[in-house]
């Protein structure tokens, strides 16, 4: 089955405290994306991926990094925590190219993260 | 800011009635796509339009697009409990063909 798959889905934790949240998509896709949902504001990206080692900034990446090592894989990490990164966190992927189909996204479950 | 915006951000209908959402952008657009989240699940692609398309259907769904006004709408016929989610327009820009920009949502409410 192809899916996005985001771990874990849920998690508190305390300010200042490394953390990562892993995202695997299993459809071969050069395309991958990390956004984060906040109430009234819709889904904002924080980085993405055109594929293996080549990242670069979304919208709002203050206070997150992330790696592409291998195409499969695109973690974010938190290297430092603060309160106002509590949200809703969504990974997604895509393939690149022409036809309809590569437009399409194909999001993860998502993560909701608590930092106190 | 936001390239999508959807209008209403909320709405109520009874099961049965159609339902309409607006999105509007700001910007040349290579394609429009609408997504649907049920609530704090990740977002499921509903439909695209290309910019140099007016109009599409699938199943329930209804499409429109006018670029003049840089404008898009969602219609659902016949709605049903399970249509109870919320929709998010996301826009495909010219030159970026890779980036979508979402807007804030409708929430849709369908009740028996």
């Known amino acids: 089955e192809a899916q996005v798959t985001q771990n874990p889905r849920y998690l508190i934790t305390v300010t200042g405290k490394k953390l990562t949240v892993t995202c695997s998509q299993n459809?071969?896709?050069?395309?991958m994306s990390w956004y984060r949902q906040d109430p009234g504001l819709g889904l904002r990206q924080i980085y993405y991926s055109m594929n293996v080692e080549v990242t670069d900034k979304g919208d709002v990446p203050e206070g997150y990094k992330v790696s592409r090592k291998e195409k499969r894989n695109f973690p974010l990490i938190l290297e430092s925590p603060s309160p106002n990164q509590t949200s809703l966190y969504f990974c997604a992927s895509r393939a690149i190219g022409s036809g309809l189909a590569k437009n399409i996204q194909y999001f993860g479950a998502g993560t909701r993260l608590s930092v106190l | 800011s936001q390239q999508g915006e959807e209008d209403p951000q909320a709405l109520s209908i009874q099961e049965g009635e159609n339902a309409t959402m607006n999105c509007s952008y700001k910007?040349?657009?290579?394609?429009l796509q609408w997504y649907r989240q049920n609530s704090g699940r990740g977002l499921v692609h509903l439909i695209l339009?290309?910019?140099?398309?007016r109009e599409k259907h699938s199943g329930r769904l209804r499409v429109t697009l006018d670029t003049s006004k840089k404008s898009s709408s969602l219609l659902i016929t016949a709605s049903r409990a399970a249509d109870t989610a919320s929709y998010f327009c996301a826009v495909g820009r010219t030159g970026t063909a890779s980036k979508l920009t979402f807007g804030t949502g409708t929430r849709l409410q369908v009740t028996l």
């Open positions: 339009i290309r910019s140099n398309e």
């Open positions: 910007t040349s657009i290579n394609n």
């Open positions: 459809m071969n896709h050069e395309y």
